[in-house]
Protein backbone atom coordinates (compact mmCIF):
# COMPACT_ATOMS: atom_id res chain seq x y z
CA UNK A 1 0.00 0.00 0.00
CA UNK A 2 1.07 3.61 -0.65
CA UNK A 3 2.63 5.66 2.33
CA UNK A 4 0.32 8.48 3.33
CA UNK A 5 0.93 11.45 5.49
CA UNK A 6 -2.36 12.85 5.56
CA UNK A 7 -5.26 11.68 7.17
CA UNK A 8 -8.37 10.00 5.50
CA UNK A 9 -11.83 10.10 6.72
CA UNK A 10 -14.14 7.62 5.01
CA UNK A 11 -18.27 9.01 5.33
CA UNK A 12 -21.26 8.22 3.41
CA UNK A 13 -21.61 9.35 -0.14
CA UNK A 14 -25.01 10.26 0.07
CA UNK A 15 -27.53 9.32 2.82
CA UNK A 16 -28.86 10.48 6.33
CA UNK A 17 -25.35 10.59 7.64
CA UNK A 18 -23.96 12.97 4.90
CA UNK A 19 -25.45 16.56 5.87
CA UNK A 20 -24.08 16.18 9.68
CA UNK A 21 -21.15 14.66 9.07
CA UNK A 22 -20.12 16.96 6.71
CA UNK A 23 -21.50 19.52 9.00
CA UNK A 24 -19.76 18.33 12.11
CA UNK A 25 -16.25 18.36 10.50
CA UNK A 26 -16.54 21.50 9.12
CA UNK A 27 -17.46 22.32 13.33
CA UNK A 28 -14.09 20.71 14.04
CA UNK A 29 -12.42 23.68 11.79
CA UNK A 30 -11.83 21.45 8.37
CA UNK A 31 -12.69 22.30 5.23
CA UNK A 32 -12.42 20.70 1.91
CA UNK A 33 -12.12 22.04 -1.84
CA UNK A 34 -15.74 21.23 -2.91
CA UNK A 35 -15.52 18.14 -5.49
CA UNK A 36 -17.89 15.84 -4.34
CA UNK A 37 -18.51 14.14 -7.37
CA UNK A 38 -14.84 13.09 -7.51
CA UNK A 39 -15.46 10.95 -4.00
CA UNK A 40 -12.65 12.69 -3.30
CA UNK A 41 -12.25 15.69 -1.31
CA UNK A 42 -9.16 17.05 -0.66
CA UNK A 43 -8.73 19.15 2.98
CA UNK A 44 -7.57 22.61 2.79
CA UNK A 45 -5.57 23.87 5.66
CA UNK A 46 -5.43 20.61 7.91
CA UNK A 47 -3.68 17.45 6.37
CA UNK A 48 -7.24 15.79 6.08
CA UNK A 49 -8.99 14.49 2.99
CA UNK A 50 -12.71 13.13 2.46
CA UNK A 51 -13.66 9.87 0.36
CA UNK A 52 -16.91 9.62 -0.14
CA UNK A 53 -18.23 6.12 -0.67
CA UNK A 54 -20.97 3.55 0.44
CA UNK A 55 -21.73 2.94 4.48
CA UNK A 56 -21.24 -0.69 4.25
CA UNK A 57 -18.06 -0.03 2.79
CA UNK A 58 -16.31 2.33 5.83
CA UNK A 59 -15.71 -0.33 7.85
CA UNK A 60 -13.30 -2.89 5.85
CA UNK A 61 -12.15 0.58 3.85
CA UNK A 62 -10.77 1.50 7.79
CA UNK A 63 -9.30 -2.34 8.39
CA UNK A 64 -7.80 -2.70 4.64
CA UNK A 65 -5.92 0.74 6.03
CA UNK A 66 -7.17 2.62 2.86
CA UNK A 67 -8.61 4.76 5.83
CA UNK A 68 -8.01 5.77 8.98
CA UNK A 69 -11.00 7.13 10.34
CA UNK A 70 -14.57 6.32 9.32
CA UNK A 71 -18.27 8.27 10.26
CA UNK A 72 -20.66 5.34 10.51
CA UNK A 73 -23.92 3.90 11.67
CA UNK A 74 -23.15 1.71 15.06
CA UNK A 75 -25.13 -0.78 13.16
CA UNK A 76 -23.03 -1.21 10.20
CA UNK A 77 -19.78 -0.52 12.74
CA UNK A 78 -20.82 -3.46 14.66
CA UNK A 79 -22.42 -5.65 11.60
CA UNK A 80 -18.58 -5.51 10.25
CA UNK A 81 -17.10 -6.98 13.46
CA UNK A 82 -19.47 -9.59 13.66
CA UNK A 83 -19.05 -10.87 10.64
CA UNK A 84 -15.86 -9.94 8.70
CA UNK A 85 -14.15 -13.24 10.27
CA UNK A 86 -10.62 -13.69 12.42
CA UNK A 87 -8.05 -12.19 9.88
CA UNK A 88 -9.51 -8.85 10.17
CA UNK A 89 -8.35 -6.49 12.45
CA UNK A 90 -10.67 -5.26 15.78
CA UNK A 91 -11.72 -1.45 15.20
CA UNK A 92 -12.87 0.79 17.76
CA UNK A 93 -15.95 3.24 18.00
CA UNK A 94 -14.02 6.51 19.26
CA UNK A 95 -16.37 8.57 19.84
CA UNK A 96 -20.53 8.70 19.38
CA UNK A 97 -21.27 11.44 17.25
CA UNK A 98 -25.27 12.46 18.42
CA UNK A 99 -27.00 12.55 15.41
CA UNK A 100 -28.48 9.42 12.75
CA UNK A 101 -30.10 8.18 16.00
CA UNK A 102 -32.59 4.49 15.16
CA UNK A 103 -32.35 1.58 16.41
CA UNK A 104 -32.33 -2.19 14.66
CA UNK A 105 -35.14 -4.24 15.71
CA UNK A 106 -37.66 -6.66 15.63
CA UNK A 107 -40.81 -6.09 13.89
CA UNK A 108 -43.37 -8.35 12.87
CA UNK A 109 -46.58 -8.33 10.95
CA UNK A 110 -49.56 -6.72 12.56
CA UNK A 111 -51.43 -9.63 12.56
CA UNK A 112 -48.88 -12.42 14.78
CA UNK A 113 -49.62 -13.30 17.89
CA UNK A 114 -46.27 -12.08 19.45
CA UNK A 115 -45.36 -12.65 23.02
CA UNK A 116 -41.48 -12.73 23.16
CA UNK A 117 -38.80 -13.51 20.96
CA UNK A 118 -39.60 -17.52 21.55
CA UNK A 119 -42.54 -17.05 19.33
CA UNK A 120 -39.76 -16.61 16.28
CA UNK A 121 -39.31 -20.46 16.98
CA UNK A 122 -38.73 -21.78 12.93
CA UNK A 123 -39.95 -18.33 11.34
CA UNK A 124 -37.58 -17.05 8.53
CA UNK A 125 -36.65 -13.62 9.35
CA UNK A 126 -35.65 -11.15 6.29
CA UNK A 127 -32.77 -8.36 7.21
CA UNK A 128 -29.16 -6.56 5.88
CA UNK A 129 -28.03 -7.45 9.28
CA UNK A 130 -27.51 -11.03 9.74
CA UNK A 131 -24.40 -10.84 11.97
CA UNK A 132 -26.51 -8.86 14.77
CA UNK A 133 -29.65 -10.80 13.92
CA UNK A 134 -27.69 -14.16 14.55
CA UNK A 135 -26.08 -13.07 17.76
CA UNK A 136 -29.31 -11.81 19.29
CA UNK A 137 -30.99 -14.97 18.45
CA UNK A 138 -28.46 -17.18 19.85
CA UNK A 139 -28.46 -15.06 23.19
CA UNK A 140 -32.30 -16.39 23.32
CA UNK A 141 -32.02 -19.04 22.20
CA UNK A 142 -34.43 -19.39 19.19
CA UNK A 143 -33.59 -21.22 16.01
CA UNK A 144 -35.09 -18.53 13.15
CA UNK A 145 -33.89 -18.73 9.57
CA UNK A 146 -32.27 -15.46 8.53
CA UNK A 147 -32.55 -14.22 5.13
CA UNK A 148 -30.35 -11.64 4.25
CA UNK A 149 -31.77 -8.68 2.01
CA UNK A 150 -29.72 -5.69 0.94
CA UNK A 151 -32.59 -3.43 1.34
CA UNK A 152 -36.58 -2.81 1.04
CA UNK A 153 -36.40 -5.70 4.46
CA UNK A 154 -39.83 -4.15 5.36
CA UNK A 155 -41.47 -5.60 2.01
CA UNK A 156 -40.81 -9.27 2.79
CA UNK A 157 -43.27 -10.61 4.50
CA UNK A 158 -45.91 -9.09 2.74
CA UNK A 159 -44.48 -11.18 -0.40
CA UNK A 160 -44.60 -14.10 1.77
CA UNK A 161 -40.64 -14.51 1.95
CA UNK A 162 -40.42 -13.90 5.63
CA UNK A 163 -42.73 -14.14 8.73
CA UNK A 164 -40.75 -10.95 10.19
CA UNK A 165 -37.84 -8.53 10.11
CA UNK A 166 -35.04 -7.27 11.93
CA UNK A 167 -34.18 -3.54 10.45
CA UNK A 168 -33.53 -0.13 10.89
CA UNK A 169 -36.38 2.19 12.93
CA UNK A 170 -36.20 5.63 13.11
CA UNK A 171 -39.60 7.55 12.60
CA UNK A 172 -41.00 4.27 12.40
CA UNK A 173 -43.36 5.46 9.22
CA UNK A 174 -41.62 2.52 7.19
CA UNK A 175 -43.23 0.27 9.41
CA UNK A 176 -46.46 1.97 9.88
CA UNK A 177 -46.70 1.69 6.02
CA UNK A 178 -45.87 -2.06 5.36
CA UNK A 179 -48.24 -3.30 8.64
CA UNK A 180 -45.59 -4.04 10.39
CA UNK A 181 -45.08 -3.81 14.64
CA UNK A 182 -42.24 -3.33 16.47
CA UNK A 183 -41.30 -6.41 18.92
CA UNK A 184 -37.40 -5.99 20.29
CA UNK A 185 -34.70 -3.69 19.96
CA UNK A 186 -31.79 -5.32 19.72
CA UNK A 187 -29.52 -2.16 19.31
CA UNK A 188 -29.51 1.52 19.99
CA UNK A 189 -27.49 3.21 17.26
CA UNK A 190 -26.45 6.17 15.65
CA UNK A 191 -23.19 7.95 14.10
CA UNK A 192 -20.14 7.28 15.36
CA UNK A 193 -16.05 8.34 15.02
CA UNK A 194 -14.54 4.49 14.13
CA UNK A 195 -11.05 3.72 13.76
CA UNK A 196 -8.61 0.73 13.82
CA UNK A 197 -7.39 -0.65 16.96
CA UNK A 198 -4.23 1.33 17.32
CA UNK A 199 -3.41 4.83 16.26
CA UNK A 200 -1.17 5.30 13.53
CA UNK A 201 2.22 5.59 14.61
CA UNK A 202 3.37 8.76 12.52
CA UNK A 203 1.97 12.50 12.14
CA UNK A 204 -1.52 10.89 11.48
CA UNK A 205 -1.88 10.28 15.11
CA UNK A 206 -0.82 13.39 16.34
CA UNK A 207 -3.52 15.11 13.66
CA UNK A 208 -5.98 12.04 14.74
CA UNK A 209 -5.33 13.76 18.51
CA UNK A 210 -5.71 17.38 17.69
CA UNK A 211 -9.17 16.38 15.85
CA UNK A 212 -10.68 14.73 19.02
CA UNK A 213 -9.72 17.51 21.60
CA UNK A 214 -12.03 19.61 18.87
CA UNK A 215 -14.38 17.34 18.21
CA UNK A 216 -14.80 16.41 22.27
CA UNK A 217 -15.51 20.81 21.92
CA UNK A 218 -17.81 20.46 19.64
CA UNK A 219 -19.82 18.23 21.14
CA UNK A 220 -19.90 19.88 24.53
CA UNK A 221 -21.22 22.40 22.93
CA UNK A 222 -23.89 21.13 21.55
CA UNK A 223 -24.84 19.31 24.38
C1 LIG B 1 -33.89 2.69 6.32
C2 LIG B 1 -34.14 1.46 7.15
C3 LIG B 1 -35.63 1.41 7.25
C4 LIG B 1 -36.04 2.87 7.24
C5 LIG B 1 -36.34 3.32 8.64
O1 LIG B 1 -34.00 2.34 4.99
O2 LIG B 1 -33.58 0.30 6.53
O3 LIG B 1 -36.17 0.76 6.14
O4 LIG B 1 -34.91 3.60 6.72
O5 LIG B 1 -36.71 4.67 8.70
P1 LIG B 1 -38.13 5.13 9.26
O6 LIG B 1 -38.36 4.41 10.55
O7 LIG B 1 -37.94 6.62 9.49
O8 LIG B 1 -39.16 4.83 8.24
P2 LIG B 1 -33.44 3.24 3.82
O9 LIG B 1 -34.40 4.34 3.52
O10 LIG B 1 -32.06 3.68 4.17
O11 LIG B 1 -33.44 2.27 2.57
P3 LIG B 1 -32.87 0.77 2.39
O12 LIG B 1 -33.35 -0.05 3.52
O13 LIG B 1 -33.43 0.32 1.08
O14 LIG B 1 -31.37 0.89 2.37
ZN1 LIG C 1 -26.28 1.28 3.60
MG1 LIG D 1 -34.88 0.18 4.65
Not at 5 to 23: F, V
Not at 152 to 175: F, K, M, N, Y
Request: with cysteine.
Amino acid sequence: MKERDRLRIAMQKSGRLTEPALDLLQRCGLSFRQSRDKLFCFGEGEPVDLLLVRDDDIPSLIAQGVCDLGIVGRNVLNEFQLTAGEESPPLAELRPLGFGRCRLSIAVPQEFEYQGPQHLEGTRIATSYPGLLAAWLREKGVNAGVMTLAGSVEIAPRLGTADAICDLVQSGGTLVANQLRETDVLLESEAVLAAAGAPPADERGDMLELLLKRLDGVIQVRE
